[in-house]
């Protein structure tokens, strides 16, 4: 299991959206650029260094920096299909837009309320240039065509879960969080409610569960994967582990929310292994920017992780819209 330091710590102020040439939520795409997301204020840009190329919304937001106009309603992540279209998925409308750069537009491609959708989470694009998108209270994985036509359902809506592996017309799931692309074209699913992170094998159309065993608590470190536990908070809207990224080789990064930590599943064993963050964690107190050791951070809140080019990014939620960015680096 390798090794990792703190690289640098953002810390953001109600309002910042900027700040180091970071957003406190963002995603890398397959170019490396950031695009940055504001969920509660419902709008998104491109960053270049501290500047905004461009935003996504329903109104301009920063005076001079020019806006595809959308109706985005808690926009949850961005992917870019084959020949650079970006798709933006939406939690609170269950939309999924297209966005054309070039000419500044954008255009629904699918509006999950008419497809049955019940809301809509992430949306990754796969090696064939489909797009994948959860539904969270849905508890259904959704293969969507590049014209947005639904080509595959995971799931019939109802809770469920399944240590083993699951034939795609048996499996079920939970409330699911996250998705994202492995580097084998594979989907990893963090099936939230669960406590359990699962990957969808395409070509042999089946689920296995890679971490967790469906219940929740803090074990399992230095071990099996498939043996140990995350954080839940059974009086809290959304129980379970929150955040989801995945490296170029296949190993898994878990936000283990209500733990306080980070989880990294290591693909070529199988193994767990907390590596940032500490169990005491608390929403009151910011990091101190010169902390180097990533399990003496204060990791309160995990979500919308990211992973790119050898770093992971780890936003936290601080009391008073306030938060944290803490960079990773594997030492």
């Not at 080019?309 to 990773?328: E, F, H, K, Q």
Request: hydrophobic share 40%.
């Amino acid at each position: 299991m390798p090794s990792w330091t703190v690289e640098r710590v953002v810390h953001f102020a109600p309002g910042d959206f900027v700040r180091g040439g970071l957003t406190h939520f963002g995603f890398r795409d397959r170019a490396g650029r950031l695009i940055g997301i504001d969920h509660p204020r419902h709008f998104l840009g491109l960053v270049d260094g501290e500047r905004v190329a461009w935003t996504m919304g329903a109104k301009p937001v920063f005076d001079g920096v020019p806006n595809i106009a959308a109706e985005l309603a808690y926009p949850m992540y961005a992917d870019v299909l084959p020949g650079g279209a970006i798709v933006v998925s939406n939690l609170g409308n269950a939309r999924l837009y297209r966005v054309d750069e070039e000419h500044m537009r954008a255009e629904v491609l699918v509006e999950g309320h008419a497809v049955g959708m019940k809301d809509m989470g992430n949306a990754v694009v796969d090696d064939e240039g489909t797009i994948w998108v959860n539904e969270v209270e849905g508890s259904r994985l959704w293969r969507f065509a590049v014209d947005g036509r639904p080509l595959l359902t995971l799931g019939d809506g109802s809770r469920g879960f399944q240590r083993e592996s699951a034939r795609f017309d048996e499996v079920r799931f939970g409330w699911i969080y996250d998705v994202r692309r492995g580097p084998a074209g594979e989907i990893y699913v963090l099936d939230a409610t669960n406590y359990a992170l699962r990957l969808v094998d395409i070509g042999a159309r089946v689920v296995r569960t890679i971490a967790g065993d469906g219940v929740s608590g803090y074990r399992g470190d230095g071990g099996d994967a498939r043996e140990a536990r995350f954080g839940g908070d059974p009086t809290a809207r959304f129980d379970g582990p929150y955040s989801l990224s995945v490296d170029e080789t296949g190993n898994a990064f878990v936000g283990d929310r209500f733990n306080g930590v980070v989880r990294m599943i290591e693909r070529a064993t199988g193994t767990i292994a907390t590596i940032a963050g500490r169990p005491d964690a608390d929403d009151e107190v910011a990091n101190d920017p010169s902390e180097r050791d990533p399990l003496r951070l204060n990791l309160p809140r995990i979500s919308s992780m990211d992973y790119h080019a050898g770093r992971l990014y780890v936003p936290t939620d601080l009391s008073g819209d306030r938060g944290d960015l803490a960079v990773l680096v594997r030492s």
